[in-house]
Nanobody, 115 residues
């Protein structure tokens, strides 16, 4: 049974940083494309960033330069380092995994940027 468990969200002031983690289990982690999505109140879920098993990354234009996705295949974990957070980064952040045949989602972790 595949499980994705996010952690690391919280309340942060504008300009602050958070490191989100997603621990995966029940899957051959290294072959999965991993990603982070987010959903703000009243908005559709949107892609934030993805990373392949080999470490190639892709980012939404809105987070380029201040978010970094990475993975540790030995720990079955994917990370999202969020820097210089802005009010508009407030959302529930979801971990995502796909091997092109099956898709899996975590339950999400809340990130709130507020002064």
């Amino acid at each position: 049974q595949v499980q994705l468990v996010e952690s690391g969200g919280g309340l942060v002031q504008p300009g602050g940083s958070l490191r989100l983690s997603c621990a995966a289990s029940g899957m051959l982690f290294s072959v999965y494309l991993m990603g982070w999505y987010r959903q703000a109140p009243g908005k559709q879920r949107e892609l934030v960033a993805t990373v392949t098993g080999g470490g190639s990354t892709n980012y939404a234009d809105s987070v380029k330069g201040h978010f970094t996705i990475s993975r540790d295949n030995a720990k079955n974990t994917v990370y999202l380092q969020t820097n210089n957070l802005k009010f508009e980064d407030t959302a529930v952040y979801y971990c995502y995994a796909t091997n092109a045949r099956q898709n899996y989602w975590g339950r999400g972790t809340q990130v709130t940027v507020s002064s």
